[in-house]
C-alpha cells in the first residue's frame, strides 16, 4: 500500500496496512529542533539542522529521516516560517539554542536579547512575543512598546502565552 492509499484509507475510516506516520507535516505533528538534532545525531545524520517554525522552534523533518521512519505525510507549507513574524525561510544563518544546540535559522530572524538573558521579537517598536532565558518556545507576551507599557487583555482568559495587545478595547489577534 502506498502511503497516500494509506492515510485516504485511515481518512475513509478504512483499514489500513499500518497506521499512517506523520512526523513535521504540520506544525502540530512538528519535532522539536533540539530533539531532532539529538536524533539526527544517533542516526548518523550530520546535516545542520533547520528551524522551521521560529516560534515553538520546530525542525525541518529531511528526506533521510522521512524514509527511515516510513513517514506517511509531508507538509505543503508557505516561504514564511511563520505568518505572525513575516520571517521567510531563506539565508540561512547558524543559531544556538539555549541547551547549546547547533540549528540554521532564516537570515532575517533578529530577536532582541533582554536584560533577563531571553530573547524577544520586535516589530515596529512593539515586542511581539518573548521567549524567557533558557526557553523552548517564543510566547505571544503582546504587553509592551518598547520602553513603556500598553497593557494587555487575556483572551478567552488564558494564561500569559495568549496575552495579546488591546485595540479599541477588543484583542487584536497574532497573526
Not at 492509499?5 to 475510516?13: F, S, T, W
Not at 520586535?122 to 520602553?147: L, Q
Amino acid at each position: 500500500m502506498t502511503s497516500r492509499e494509506r492515510v485516504l484509507n485511515a481518512i475513509n475510516h478504512e483499514v489500513p496496512d499500518r497506521i499512517p506516520i506523520d512526523l513535521g507535516a504540520t506544525r502540530q505533528s512538528g519535532i522539536a529542533a533540539s530533539a531532532y538534532h539529538q536524533l539526527k545525531s544517533i542516526l548518523g545524520i550530520r546535516t545542520p539542522t533547520r528551524v522551521v517554525d521560529l516560534i515553538q522552534f520546530l525542525a525541518e523533518v529531511e528526506q533521510p529521516v522521512l524514509e527511515r521512519f516510513g513517514v506517511d505525510v509531508v507538509g505543503v507549507f508557505r516561504p514564511q516560517t511563520n505568518p505572525g513574524f513575516a520571517i521567510r525561510g531563506e539565508n540561512w544563518k547558524p543559531w544556538r539554542l539555549f541547551d547549546g544546540t547547533p540549528v540554521e535559522v532564516p537570515g532575517a530572524f533578529d530577536p532582541v536579547l533582554e536584560s533577563d538573558g531571553g530573547y524577544a521579537m520586535v516589530r515596529d517598536g512593539i515586542v511581539i512575543a518573548r521567549m524567557p532565558k533558557e526557553g523552548w518556545i517564543y510566547e505571544g507576551n503582546v504587553t509592551r512598546r518598547v520602553g513603556r507599557d500598553v497593557g494587555f487583555q487575556g483572551i478567552h482568559g488564558g494564561p500569559v502565552s495568549h496575552y495579546a495587545p488591546v485595540t479599541r478595547g477588543r484583542p487584536c489577534p497574532l497573526e
